[in-house]
């Protein structure tokens, strides 16, 4: 990067669960294999910093960790997210070789704060800001979309903000609108919902993505972000932002951690999720054990009413205990020898989740997911070697880089 010349900077924003990770990762691979030197900024609201980890096991990222800042506890476009922001971008600026900065924000961020803060920049230049949007939560909560802007309609009748506004105003400052997870609906009504939410942004440019696939060398494309098209727009939310920039959770949205040692009972896991899923629970994520898979790290991907498990690698304890590893003495007594540093009750092994959605909702989810881990009765009988009944898809995914 030439010293008159700025970097480019990209934010791919969207609602909770609409595939700004997966599409993230997929970028930040691509970067990897082409070459190309990528920086990236990842906020989550919840401080449990899933995302951040995530995209820090990459061999992108594992090869230069400075070129990795999280930001989590906080919603980037809050007042505090903002001077996280400016620290982490600070930090990501002495590195001279940079050719673009990737942005993703949580869920629940508003770009308007962002878009302003990059607006004077000196070093930076906006080029891209994406609005992803989750083709599924679309036909299933808004009707294909058709319900959207009668929504949005009926909040600003009422002078009432929550996550219709919040959605409506993402894709509103956007230059770019992502339409994810399209593989999930019926083709035909792919251009029905386009054609629904596009009189929300006429200036955008729409596309679809499947699996997160984005060719980066897109984002690569130098031209500025056009403020004059949101100018209006600024100066009519800056009046009602200003207090939402003081809340690191706004429009009703709360989160919470659950941190236990004990592994999941998957029959009533997975009755749980069954009867929870649509009732406000807009995402839940982290990592996580069944009693009945307890040689494996999971990664728990919810968004909405659907979820993924995804296979991320294989506790140390459940290798040892495995009488089938195919390791020599010498590299089990080296794997013995890292489980003593751990402090755990089943060594390594962990459920860390973090649970996002409507206030009124996300204890309820909560506390259900909390009864689902094994009594200690049950522990007895996981350790005689117990069958516990498990309904979930026997072939699980492992997550590549």
Request: hydrophobic share 40%; net charge negative.
């Amino acid at each position: 990067m030439t010293a008159n010349k700025k970097i480019p900077v990209v934010i791919l924003n969207g609602f909770l669960g609409s595939g700004k990770t997966t599409l993230f990762r997929n970028l930040l691979y691509q970067s990897k294999k082409k070459n190309i030197k990528v920086a990236a900024v990842v906020n989550d609201m919840s401080a449990l910093d899933v995302d951040g980890e995530l995209l820090g096991n990459l061999e992108v990222i594992e090869e230069d960790n400075s070129l990795l800042k999280s930001i989590h506890n906080c919603v980037l476009s809050s007042a505090k997210g903002i001077q996280k922001l400016d620290d982490a971008i600070h930090k990501l600026c002495t590195n001279k070789s940079l050719e673009l900065i990737v942005i993703e924000t949580s869920g629940s961020c508003h770009p308007l704060p962002l878009v302003e803060y990059f607006r004077t920049h000196k070093q930076l230049m906006l080029t891209k800001v994406f609005a992803l949007v989750d083709c599924w939560m679309l036909a299933h909560d808004y009707r294909y979309g058709e319900q959207l802007i009668p929504q949005m309609q009926s909040n600003l009748s009422q002078n009432k903000r929550d996550t219709v506004n919040l959605l409506v105003e993402q894709i509103m400052f956007c230059s770019h609108l992502i339409l994810t997870k399209a593989d999930r609906i019926e083709k035909e009504k792919l251009p029905h919902i386009a054609k629904q939410i596009q009189p929300i942004n006429p200036f955008a440019s729409i596309h679809s993505v499947s699996f997160g696939k984005l060719a980066i060398e897109s984002l690569l494309e130098a031209k500025p972000y056009d403020y004059h098209k949101v100018d209006q727009l600024i100066t009519e939310l800056n009046p009602i932002l200003e207090s939402e920039a003081q809340s690191d959770k706004p429009y009703n949205l709360t989160t919470r951690v659950i941190k236990d040692e004990r592994p999941f009972h998957p029959q009533r896991l997975w009755e749980v999720c069954h009867r929870y899923l649509d009732h406000r629970i807009y995402r839940s994520k982290g990592f996580f054990w069944l009693a009945t898979r307890d040689k494996h790290s999971l990664l728990w991907n919810q968004a909405g009413g659907g979820i993924n498990l995804e296979l991320i690698g294989s506790w140390k304890a459940g290798i040892i205990d495995d009488n089938d590893h195919g390791l020599s003495k010498m590299e089990i007594d080296v794997l013995k020898e890292r489980l003593t540093k751990e402090s755990g009750r089943f060594g390594d092994r962990y459920c860390d989740l973090t649970v996002i959605g409507d206030e009124t909702q996300v204890d309820h989810f909560t506390d259900a997911l909390k009864s689902c881990f094994l009594t200690e009765i049950e522990i007895e009988l996981w350790e005689s070697g117990h069958e516990f009944e498990d309904p979930w898809p026997k072939n699980i995914v492992r997550l590549v880089n």
